[in-house]
């Protein structure tokens, strides 16, 4: 079974979205084998972030990914990671069809919802970025 690592993102907290958005992605037959909630600092979005660091949005991002709390998530599942891309539709919110996640709830490139892995590689790095051994369950 493949893993995935989402992050619930500020907007998706603020507008009260995370159950609707878990919802959908159990639906697919996804099954959750970590959560939990932090408020990101400016290192670990350095990290996490390290391929745009130099580019002039970044510090947009920093200000909005730390804004408040989010919900990271390990999901387990048959191609989950092409999978849950599918059902998130295109990163820029705006050219995201109805019936996706960033199509119905996202707003721009930004305000999206969620983060998702984009492969097997960057799962797992982002898996071990944020989640120790210990608490996966899968």
Do not use: W
């Amino acid at each position: 079974m493949e893993k995935t690592f989402i992050i619930l993102k500020p907007d998706c907290m603020e507008k009260g979205l995370a159950g609707q958005v878990l919802q959908r992605f159990e639906k697919e037959g996804f099954q959750i084998v970590a959560c939990k909630m932090s408020k990101l600092g400016s290192a670990i979005l350095r990290e996490h972030y390290a391929h745009v660091t130099d580019k002039p949005f970044f510090p947009d991002i920093e200000v909005f990914m730390s804004s408040r709390t989010v919900i990271f998530v390990a999901l387990q599942g048959e191609n989950v990671i092409s999978r849950v891309r599918d059902l998130l539709g295109p990163t820029d919110s705006t050219k995201a069809p109805a019936g996706t996640i960033r199509g119905d709830f996202g707003t721009d490139m930004m305000r999206n919802v969620v983060h998702a892995s984009d492969g097997p590689d960057t799962a797992a790095a982002e898996l071990k970025r944020f989640f120790s051994d210990d608490e996966i369950y899968g």
